[in-house]
């Protein structure tokens, strides 16, 4: 669209100078490239749609290459994306296409996504989710995230999520007193977890985790990985669905 707006002025512009050649600006003089430039000014002031043009088609070639470069990185880190072998899975865990969210108990966005990721699951009904603990907001971020890390190890899958739903949806600061009210409400063994949050385990899942959002160039949450899609901050339960499904149209 571009070339075809902006053909009329390059082709009056070459004939001004008399010749293809003269659009070269190292081949013109002083006046030549006064006039040249005087001319693509006039065309751009009264053909300003022309510019706004040309940045859209940078933004969308731009898109396209970030867009390729994460599928990329997907690939060359698929598996620890999908099957870490320690991170939680829920959904559909025989799935077809699968769910990653990195995510901060701190964040808000991320307690923002928690129902459109609780639509799109149900609604879908064949997609896998893996929750990848991210804690990247500071000590209280690292706390919650070794509490809920602690509890899968004591009391199982079952229980994490019942922990993992609780933080998301508590406002004050994770301190014993506040974490042990949760898991006494859930009926957990609070001692147990508590011993287990400074385990090496436990540290080695949230260091393994933070390297793999350093190769994935995440520096936010929630960041999504939806099958070979990089979903980079929050995004409403339809617009998942509809680059779910624009993947399993790739992949046949």
């Known amino acids: 669209m571009i070339l075809r707006h902006a053909a009329p002025a390059l082709l009056g512009l070459s004939m001004m100078a008399g010749s293809a050649q003269a659009l070269d600006l190292n081949a013109m003089n002083e006046a030549e490239k006064a006039e040249f430039g005087a001319q693509v000014r ?8 022309v510019i706004i043009e040309a940045i859209n088609i940078l933004e969308q070639r731009n898109a396209a290459a970030e867009a390729a470069a994460d599928k990329e990185l997907v690939a060359a880190n698929a598996d620890e994306l999908f ?34 990721v609780a639509n799109l699951l149900a ?8 929750i990848k603990e991210f804690p990247i907001l500071g000590e209280a971020s690292v706390i919650s995230s070794r509490f809920a890390i602690a509890t899968k190890h004591v009391a199982g899958d079952d229980a994490y999520k ?9 406002s004050g600061e994770p301190s014993e007193v506040t974490l042990r009210r949760i898991s006494d409400g859930l009926g957990l063994d609070s001692d147990a977890i508590f011993a287990a949050m400074e385990s090496d385990q436990v540290t ?37 669905q509809q680059i779910a499904n624009g993947v399993r149209a790739e992949q046949g």
């Open 204 to 240: 080695e899942e949230i260091r393994s985790t933070r390297e793999l959002a350093q190769r994935m160039q995440i520096s936010g949450t929630p960041s999504f990985v939806l099958g070979t899609e990089m979903l980079r901050g929050f995004l409403p339960a339809d617009q998942m």
């Open 123 to 130: 609604e879908d009904g064949n997609i896998r989710l893996v």
């Open 162 to 170: 019942q922990v993992h739903d609780a933080l998301l949806e508590f």
């Open 42 to 49: 006039e065309y751009l002031l009264q053909n300003p749609e």
């Open 83 to 116: 099957n870490d072998g320690f991170s939680w899975v829920g959904g559909n865990p025989d799935g077809d296409i699968t769910l990653v969210e990195f995510m901060d108990y701190r964040c808000g966005y991320c307690r923002r996504a928690v129902p459109e």
